[in-house]
């Protein structure tokens, strides 16, 4: 039986992001169709009796760990990294190994994995882009949050002064230096790809292949009387300077009021109590402005997620960053709401003339357009009607997997 073994930087039990969801949908999907796999995630919880791991179950392990130099990337103990994954790797000896992130364990991962495993295929799924950007990956500049195109060390240092841009020069170096050891790379959309090809990642090492979900079916529209408005709206996602919330609560307020006291957003997030104090008293005062329109609903859990998507028309993904693949586009999609979109990254990927709307990024009159144009319940049932499709992602992991195999023997 062929083993893969996926190491994420967090376990979906504990933390529900993206990668760790998208890492764990395939690890189990794997599992149902016949292959050995072990689950290694990182965990905030240091393990008992001195042992640098503990196991949640036979095909479940939590680690521990920490990066020092988040300029590097850097792992805090490449010792106690190297004692762990040595163990787990030669008891379990697999064929691939899949890494969906390195955030919290250290970018020196992919060189002790492949000298603990030196006959597996590495395989490593790019979620973001902060190899390339010190900036949490964003790729917008310090302060401003002007977009970046690309990395380049002078700009780099006007961001971070503290460093030189020779110094993102010889942290470009080290980290492409540990990507070496990755046999395939994998993106969730054609936009991230492009940008670590540009970076220095060889094309020919990746394969644009959509993150896995559980497949969904396509929900019927909200029930409506008299063909009324489609203006019931939903945001879901963190709530924080990147999300671009502020850019969504102003263009409400640029609504005519006809139409404002029309249209509803729910915002679905977590995390504003973790914000600047500036960020969130602007949210805050905005969102008191627009009283009886606005709701916050706090954080979700992902068995709600259908009912909370049945209740709404229209998902709104208002970011002000690239973003690559954000998984809410993928359920909205499943689910059969359309979406409206900033126009730059992996959302004009994903969502322009394909499943919705897209708009002007960072303008809030361009979103406030946007939204009058989705009411029309014309234009709500012609990219529902484009909705609901099926995901082959899971069969071109397969694909890819077997053609690695194959290699590898």
Not at 190 to 215: D, Q
């Amino acid at each position: 039986m062929n083993k893969v073994m996926f190491v994420s930087h967090g376990h979906p039990k504990f933390m529900k992001g993206g990668a760790e969801v998208a890492s764990w949908n395939l690890f189990n999907s794997l599992k149902s169709s016949g292959y050995e796999c072990l689950y290694v995630a990182r965990s905030n919880t240091i393990p008992t009796e001195g042992e640098p791991f503990s196991s949640l179950n036979a095909d479940e392990i939590l680690f521990h760990s920490s990066i020092k130099d988040w300029f590097n990337l850097s792992a805090a103990d490449t010792r106690i990294l190297t004692d762990c994954f040595e163990s787990i790797t030669k008891e379990f000896n697999p064929d691939i190994i899949h890494v969906h992130h390195y955030a919290h364990i250290g970018i020196e991962i992919f060189p002790i994995l492949k000298r603990a495993a030196p006959n597996a295929k590495i395989v490593f799924t790019v979620h973001e882009y902060m190899a390339i950007c010190l900036h949490n990956g964003q790729m917008v500049k310090s302060g401003t949050f002007e977009l970046c195109s690309e990395a380049v060390g002078a700009d780099c240092h006007r961001c971070f002064p503290q460093y030189s841009a020779s110094d993102f020069f010889l942290r470009k170096q080290y980290i492409q230096d540990q990507f070496r050891k990755v046999d395939h790379f994998i993106s969730p959309s054609a936009f991230l790809a492009k940008r670590y090809i540009e970076w220095g990642v060889p094309a020919t090492s990746f394969s644009v292949i959509e993150n896995v979900l559980i497949e969904q079916e396509k929900l019927t529209p909200r029930p409506s009387e008299n063909h009324e408005l489609r203006s019931k709206f939903a945001f879901f996602g963190q709530i924080n300077p990147y999300k671009g919330v502020d850019v969504l609560l102003e263009a409400l307020l640029q609504l005519p009021a006809n139409v404002r006291e029309k249209v509803s957003l729910d915002i679905h997030g977590a995390n504003l109590d973790h914000q600047t104090g500036e960020f969130k008293d602007k949210i805050l005062r905005m969102v008191a402005k627009l009283e009886g329109t606005v709701t916050l609903r706090g954080q979700y859990e992902p068995h709600q997620l259908q009912s909370l998507m049945r209740e709404t028309d229209w998902v709104i993904i208002p970011s002000v960053w690239w973003e690559n693949s954000p998984v809410v586009i993928q359920e909205a999609i499943s689910y059969g709401r359309p979406l409206i979109g900033s126009n730059i990254g992996g959302m004009k990927e994903k969502i322009e003339n394909k499943a919705g709307l897209t708009f002007e990024a960072r303008n809030p009159s361009a979103l406030a357009s946007a939204i009058q144009d989705a009411v029309n319940p014309e234009v709500f049932d012609f990219w529902h009607a484009k909705t609901g499709t099926k995901s082959d992602a899971f069969g071109q992991h397969l694909d890819l997997i077997e053609n690695l195999l194959v290699d590898a023997n």
